[in-house]
């Protein structure tokens, strides 16, 4: 679905890509301070999944969310289960981050364990829980 987007194991996006991404645009309507706050909160993700998961291959959840009208009516699973589906036929775990203590039962019912925890420095700081599936035997 357009809410998640899984990544399977490619370098992090170069300055390049990122200026096609938009980040030009951002820097115009955020400002100067707020991207650099994106950037280094970009970077710590990175180094933190790095130092957790060294160079295993995986496919990465990212921006999974769901209308909190249509929460509890088993959108979120439903979604999430074709990814798991994809992910197992192709042998690979799926590696996930969650910044609410609420979302760990409901990615644990889904198989996933959480693997690491720590407090995002940037800014204000936040707890962050790294959360991830093994696949399935098909």
């Known amino acids: 679905t357009p809410a998640e987007e899984t990544h399977i ?11 096609r991404g938009g980040l030009l ?16 909160t970009k970077d710590w993700f990175e180094a933190w999944e790095a130092e957790v998961l060294g160079d295993r291959r995986c496919a990465r959840l990212e921006r999974m969310t769901v209308l909190p ?3 509890g009516q088993g959108v979120g699973s439903r ?9 197992d036929a192709e042998g690979l775990a ?10 760990l039962t409901f990615y644990g019912r889904l198989g996933f ?13 936040y707890r962050n829980w790294m959360m991830v599936r093994e696949p399935k035997k098909l």
């Open 69 to 71: 009208a249509r929460q």
């Open 25 to 40: 645009g951002a820097l115009w309507t955020y400002g100067l301070a707020v991207v650099r706050r994106l950037l280094a």
């Open 94 to 103: 799926v590696v996930l981050y969650t910044q609410e203590a609420r979302n």
């Open 113 to 125: 364990e959480v693997v690491a925890e720590k407090e995002c420095p940037v800014g204000a700081g």
């Open 79 to 87: 979604a999430l289960r074709e990814v798991m589906a994809e992910a």
């Open 9 to 19: 194991h490619r370098p992090p996006p170069s300055l390049l890509d990122m200026v």
